[in-house]
Every structure is written in structure tokens, then in C-alpha cells.
């Protein structure tokens, strides 16, 4: 069986996910979606509106199969998150690889991946999106860069993989506004967090699903943020994943002074550090994730949801790489992705954890 792998957040599953799935199953011919999906946390730094068993489950309207994009990555920069990407889409043995980009000329996204990495850039000390931004800000957008990562990461990692990129059709990736059908994630998670109408965006599964669980946001997690930065001690603090430069002080001290995560993050906004470089040292912070548990291998891979077609397939692939449950044998694999799902269970109440929750599959 053929199959096009989606590396996703689906924060939450909308009307332009269906279209994006839909299209590469048929650019590329494929009998099977594979969905890389992020679960808790995500690449922005933010926790998941909703939790990824739930988001799993929405992924299945248009998606056969939906494996998690282990946390670290999906916690990443874009770089990172790409690799990680890409290292789940080789162990799936995924044939193609599919994403939404502002440009879907793949040349033209090849030649621009190939310009990020030049010395000029990288011994420039600046982000991707600002050396580039300087020069077409409009082309460099941060979903064209995340494109020209997974370029990049595809060509050093997994060079077999085909690479089709698809035209985004809503105007912005962060618009934080319906206006039309097609609207972005960021829009519908503030339409569903102040109860304004988003159904025409979504399909009805999604609906459904988001008027059943309780929908998180930063705000949620503050206390729990504020009592970590408290009670530990600067020393403590340095030894957390990317605490760089002595900021731990300023955390410490301004945390003090504010009251919601929205003042804080005023609060230690510098111009050296973007809001989305603090939000995911924030997450860091809550995850106790250190130095010694970053760039974790990726051996195996949690399967979240499945079809008929997603089934069949995953007969096809190494039993050694591919986890329907998660138990003492294979616990050690998915550390972090635990850690995550309690954490994100404290504040959204849901009982779903790895150890009780089956791969959800259709009419079961």
C-alpha cells in the first residue's frame, strides 16, 4: 500500500486539514494518510486546546492513520520539529510527504531551503524568519520556512520520500479572525474559547468533540507554572532544556509581579527572546525537561487512531516500531508523552492516558 504522510497539530481538526489531506491523497495517489500528529503541547509553545486522543479521533474524517509526533519535537523549533517529523514518516515507511505552504512550487522552496543554510545566514546569529524576512517577507513566512525545513530535513534523512507541497487557501496561517470557510486554527481555538460561532469551519465530528471536553489555554496552566518557578531554585532552573543567558532570574523575579500568564509573558518579553521562544521554555519549565532529555531517538512510534485502511497498512510495517499500547515493556519509549498527558489531564480533567486509552478506531 502507498502511503503520504501529514505532519500535523490538528489544534483543533478543520475544514482546511480535510482539504489538505484530501488533495495529497490524490496528488500522490495513496491508498493511506499517516497524519504525524503533535499531542499535548505544541510547536508554539501552547498546550493543545484539546487533548490528542480526542484530536486523533477528529484526524479520522479524513486521515487513516495517526501516530504521535514525539513531544520534544513537537515542542521545537522548526528545525527540530521537521527532523522529528521526518524520522516518524521514515519508520512509517511513508512514500510521500505532504504540507501546506504559501508557495507550492517545490523547486522554487528547494532552492529558498538551500539559502537558509548558507554560512551568511547561520553565522548571522538571527532566526530564519528574520534573516530572510529582511530580503521577502512576504515568501519567507513562517510556514514557508517550516516547508523548507522538512525540504531540508527529508534531503539529509530520508532522500526517498516524494516532497508535494500544497497551496494554503486561507490568507494567513495565524489569522486570528473567521472570515471565510476556510479559516486558521489559531482563529477557531479563540472563536471556541469565546463561545463565537465556528461550526461552518469544522467538520461535525470536530464540533461535536470540542463541546464535549473542556478546552485549555495558558491562562489554565499559570498557577501551575508560577508554583514551579517559586519553589525551585535558580540552580535548579539552569538545568532546564534552552534556560540560557541568566534569564532564570528575570523569570523568577517578574513572576512575582503578574497576576495571568498575559502579564507575564509582558512582562519578560525582551527583543532578544520572541513570544514563541519564551511560551516554549515556559513548557519546558512545567515538563521539568532538562538538557539530558532533549533530542531523545526515535525507535518506535505510539499509534493514536486507525481505520480499516490505516490497519492494513500497519500489518504491513515492523511490529517493533509501532505501538498500539503502551505498558511497562515499551513505557520507557514514551516518557515524556506521559508526563505531558498528566500534566495536560490536571488542568482539562480528562481521564485519557497511554495506559488506558486503546487506539481509537472506528465504531469501537
Same mark, same amino acid.
Given at each position: 500500500? *502507498? ?5 500535523? #497539530?490538528?489544534?483543533? &481538526? @478543520?475544514?482546511? =486539514? +480535510?482539504?489538505?489531506?484530501? $488533495? ?70 511513508? *512514500? ?5 505552504? #504559501?508557495?507550492?512550487? &517545490? @523547486?522554487?522552496? =528547494? +532552492?529558498?531551503?538551500?539559502? $537558509? ?82 461550526? @461552518? ?7 461535536? $468533540? ?155
Amino acid at each position: 500500500m *502507498k502511503s503520504v504522510a501529514i505532519i500535523s #497539530e490538528y489544534n483543533p &481538526f @478543520h475544514n482546511g =486539514h +480535510a482539504y489538505q489531506a484530501a $488533495l495529497a491523497r490524490t496528488e500522490t495517489q495513496s491508498d493511506v494518510v499517516i497524519a504525524i500528529m503533535s499531542g499535548q503541547f505544541t510547536q508554539r509553545g501552547e498546550p493543545a486546546v484539546i487533548n490528542k486522543f480526542r484530536r486523533a479521533e477528529m484526524a479520522l474524517e479524513s486521515c487513516d492513520l495517526i501516530v504521535e509526533l514525539p513531544q520534544f519535537y513537537a515542542l521545537s523549533y522548526a528545525n527540530d520539529f521537521a527532523e522529528g517529523g521526518i524520522a516518524v514518516a521514515k519508520l512509517m515507511q511513508a *512514500k510521500a510527504l505532504s504540507f501546506g505552504a #504559501e508557495t507550492p512550487d &517545490f @523547486h522554487s522552496l =528547494h +532552492a529558498a531551503a538551500n539559502r $537558509l543554510f548558507e554560512p551568511a545566514v547561520i553565522d548571522s546569529g538571527k532566526s530564519f524568519a528574520r534573516m530572510m524576512g529582511e530580503n521577502n517577507r512576504d515568501y519567507f513566512s513562517p510556514n514557508n520556512i517550516l516547508a523548507m525545513q522538512y525540504i531540508r530535513a527529508a534531503e539529509i534523512h530520508y532522500p526517498e520520500i516524494t516532497i508535494v507541497p500544497v497551496q494554503r487557501i486561507n490568507n494567513s496561517y495565524h489569522d486570528t479572525e473567521i472570515t471565510s470557510h476556510i479559516a486558521s486554527a489559531t482563529a477557531i481555538r479563540k472563536a471556541a474559547l469565546e463561545y463565537a460561532a465556528f461550526d @461552518h469551519n469544522v467538520p461535525p465530528r470536530t464540533m461535536q $468533540l470540542l463541546a464535549e471536553e473542556r478546552l485549555t489555554q495558558w491562562e489554565d496552566f499559570f498557577p501551575l507554572l508560577k508554583y514551579k518557578l517559586i519553589t525551585s531554585s535558580s540552580q535548579e532552573l539552569r538545568g532546564i532544556y534552552m534556560m540560557t543567558e541568566g534569564i532564570e532570574h528575570r523569570l523568577q523575579k517578574m513572576v512575582m509581579e503578574a497576576d495571568t500568564f498575559t502579564e507575564f509573558m509582558k512582562l519578560i518579553k525582551t527583543k532578544r527572546y520572541t513570544y514563541t521562544r519564551l511560551q516554549r521554555l515556559m513548557c519546558y519549565v512545567l515538563l521539568n525537561m532538562t538538557q539530558q532529555d532533549s533530542y531523545p531517538p526515535i525507535s518506535g512510534v505510539r499509534v493514536l487512531a486507525m481505520n480499516d485502511k490505516g490497519r492494513q497498512y500497519l500489518r504491513e510495517l515492523p511490529h517493533d516500531q509501532c505501538y498500539t499500547v503502551t505498558n511497562k515493556k515499551n513505557a520507557a519509549l514514551f516518557q515524556l508523552e506521559t508526563k505531558a498527558t498528566r500534566l495536560h489531564n490536571l488542568i482539562s480533567g480528562s481521564l485519557q492516558t497511554e495506559f488506558n486509552t486503546p487506539v481509537i478506531y472506528p465504531g469501537t
